[in-house]
């Protein structure tokens, strides 16, 4: 580096840009640790930094890179649910682009949201290896701000941006050079290489302006913008952020840049004051701090280089496709020949449809299975340093696995159950080594599904409770920690959901009725929908190993049991609560179900009357809240932001409400407290009603003030 000493320019308090130079280049180095977010002070910086640039005659160009990890990942989210200080974002990129001088962005780890925005506003983009792009905005509830709605339509069009901005689709450095996202893709030692590279592109624009702003948005046949459109408001449920963002990116090819950028700014500045978007950086918010937890700080987890999984059914064969995808090696265990045959031909079917669906090559198919070790002799498993166990739910079946494992698995070994529901502590007891158990609940398609409950037993280490968290993140998983209690967290909470749902029908309602009112609520599917997809039998099972503990006295809804004797155990059967003709996508209400339940009211005395859609949701809602807190009170759930993230990512909570404790946050509390009392009277005997002073601590003020 030559030249000046460097200047330092900006707020060293909330954000620090400092202005280096490499010869004729001014280097602008934006040092906001841990993300470089782009907080006023930053702007404020960079706005100094590109007057510095334009009026130094002795400046030819410049490099705008990030310290340490990243570019700038995104903007502080903490300012959007107020009013924004100047100087905004907006501000900073026209002065970029009207700036006489090229300026170059330097990408590496993320450049996202604001941070890709001001990228665009430059006159190229060079990226690391392993740098990922994007604009995830519409996935916080709002729609990009900066002129990301009218910048990247004209580098890829108008429908490639409308499932990009949609999806909120962070893109890998390959495939965005490819798109065009990025004008060079930089080999070699990150920051070193990529800054040596951008000062070199910097020159060899020879003081050429490149402005994206300049190009015109390529043409394109309409249907294929109305395809990109139809199927973005499908993906995203038609919520307005989604709706908002593709009518800005339409506007990109038909009205001028200033007018357009004006509206797209307009509409940002609405929506993330809206409660879509504060809901989802509850969200956010909530997924930083899930696997922080007291007790675990600077606690290392144990070493995980090869784990073991045992059953390779639906669930095993799951875990098993996540940990290879993951680049770690698997040990496979199963009962006998027949039985890994079996799972081996789920994952080599699985792999196969990738390579079908043009999703992955064949090569890398093959690598991923090469990494796996099938085997029926459980001594192989003596190489793995976390072993998760996928066996039938059942706890005499898990305890006599653990007992043998006990036997074969070197000390230090973690020993993982992935149980949806049974006692682990009474798992751990089978073993000598209690404190090396943890729970791994994963949500089926373990694959796909993101949720990862990691649940602490009585005895479990502290290392082994960061390594189960580890495991988590190793796998992009999102994890959430939970205490040992029946259901542990999310399925606690169906079951009470669940049961809700079974005394509106015998109260009145029909199933339809109740998955109809709480799928325009805005959940995924209804609870009898769900039951009948998962099968009503596995619920039926567990009800009857539990009828000697259930309370006598406590409101039981015999339905589910009426419907599993006569055979009907959901889709697999062609019947369950709904019936399934041949080739049918969803169930049909079926009159000899509406007839049962009938019956079943009249038995018990129960003079069924119409429920509304108002009080079906209100009483759903009101039940997830009270057993929220019932959680909460016995230290199952530590936050409860934990529960609404478990709740949005397992169980199909709408996120634009950002889960059942936030919704309680934006009630009148009069009204909360007089709903669960008289939910209480409505669930009848047995129901425990939650502490009114946790719930009030665990929701706290509005949190419309995040």
């Not at 690598?367 to 739910?393: G, N, Q, S």
Request: proline share 5%; net charge neutral.
């Amino acid at each position: 580096m030559t030249g000046k000493p460097a200047e330092v320019l900006g707020d060293r308090a909330g954000g620090t840009v400092r202005l280096e130079r490499d010869g004729g280049v001014a280097v602008i180095v934006i040092d906001n640790p841990p993300v470089n977010a782009g907080s006023a002070a930053v702007r404020r910086g960079l706005l100094d930094a590109v007057a510095t640039v334009a009026a130094d005659p002795g400046i030819e160009a410049a490099v705008l890179i990030g310290a340490g990890r990243t570019f700038i990942a995104g903007s502080d989210l903490r300012e959007f649910g107020q009013p924004l200080e100047e100087p905004q974002l907006p501000a900073v990129i026209a002065a970029i682009e009207a700036c006489a001088k090229p300026v170059v962005a330097a990408l590496h780890g993320a450049a996202l949201g604001g941070g890709f925005e001001l990228a665009l506003g430059c006159d190229a983009r060079v990226a690391a290896p392993g740098t990922r792009v994007g604009l995830p905005e519409v996935t916080l509830g709002m729609i990009p701000g900066a002129g990301g709605t009218q910048r990247l339509p004209r580098l890829v069009g108008v429908s490639t941006a409308i499932g990009l901005i949609c999806e909120g689709r962070r893109v890998a450095a390959a495939d965005a050079l490819a798109l065009g996202l990025v004008d060079a893709v930089v080999e070699g030692a990150v920051v070193e290489a990529l800054r040596t590279a951008a000062v070199a592109h910097a020159r060899g624009l020879a003081g050429a302006k490149n402005r994206v702003a300049d190009r015109a948005v390529p043409a394109e046949p309409a249907d294929r913008i109305e395809a990109a459109a139809s199927a973005a408001l499908r993906a995203g449920r038609g919520r307005p952020a989604v709706v908002e963002a593709i009518r800005a990116v339409r506007a990109a090819a038909e009205r001028p840049l200033a007018e357009a950028l004006a509206e797209e700014r307009a509409v940002f500045q609405r929506l993330r004051l809206e409660t879509d978007a504060f809901a989802r950086r509850h969200l956010f918010f909530a997924e930083r701090d899930s696997a922080r937890l007291p007790g675990l700080e600077g606690v290392a987890a144990r070493r995980l280089e090869r784990i073991g999984v045992i059953g390779g059914g639906t669930m095993g064969a799951g875990i098993v496709i996540a940990a290879l995808d993951a680049g770690l090696p698997v040990t496979l265990l199963e009962r006998d020949a027949q039985a890994l045959e079996a799972g081996m031909a789920r994952l080599r079917d699985h792999y196969a449809r990738r390579v079908d669906g043009g999703k992955m090559s064949a090569g890398e198919a093959g690598k991923r299975l090469a990494a796996l070790d099938p085997t029926t002799d459980m001594t192989a498993l003596a190489t793995a340093d976390l072993v998760i166990e996928a066996v039938f739910e059942d706890l005499a079946v898990k305890q006599d696995l653990f007992r043998r494992l006990d036997a074969v698995l070197a000390p230090g070994t973690v020993l993982a159950s992935n149980t949806s529901y049974l006692d682990l502590d009474a798992i751990a007891a089978a073993t000598g080594r209690p404190q090396d158990v943890v729970g791994l609940h994963f949500f089926s398609p373990a694959n796909v599904m993101r949720l990862l409950e990691v649940v602490r037993g009585a005895k479990t280490a502290p290392n082994v409770l960061a390594t189960g968290i580890a495991l988590a993140k190793r796998l992009g998983k999102l994890p959430v920690v939970a205490g040992n209690a029946f259901g542990f967290i999310g399925n606690r909470i169906y079951a009470a959901y669940r049961r809700q749902c079974e005394f509106l029908i015998e109260d009145g309602a029909l199933p339809a009725d109740v998955d109809a009112a709480l799928e325009r609520f805005g959940f995924a599917m209804g609870p009898f929908a769900v039951a009948d997809l998962s099968g009503l039998d596995i619920a039926w099972r567990m009800r009857r190993q539990q009828a000697a503990a259930r309370d006598p006295a406590a409101r039981y809804v015999e339905i589910p049991d009426r419907l599993c004797e006569a055979g009907r155990f959901g889709r697999k059967t062609g019947s369950g609560y709904y019936r399934y003709p041949p080739g049918a996508k969803r169930g049909e209400p079926d009159p000899e179900v509406n007839a049962l339940i009938e019956a079943a009211s009249a038995a018990k005395g129960i003079v069924r009357a119409a429920v509304s859609d108002e009080e079906i949701v209100t009483r759903v809602l009101l039940t997830m809240v009270n057993e929220a807190a019932c959680l909460l009170s016995e230290g199952v759930a530590a936050r409860a932001s934990d529960i609404d993230l478990v709740l949005v990512n397992g169980y199909g909570f709408p996120a634009w409400e950002g889960g059942p404790l936030f919704w309680a946050g934006r009630q009148d509390p009069a009204w909360l407290e007089a709903g669960l009392a008289r939910l209480g009277e409505l669930s009848g005997p047995g129901f425990r009603l939650c502490d009114p002073g946790v719930l009030r601590a665990a929701l706290g003020p509005s949190n419309l003030a995040l």
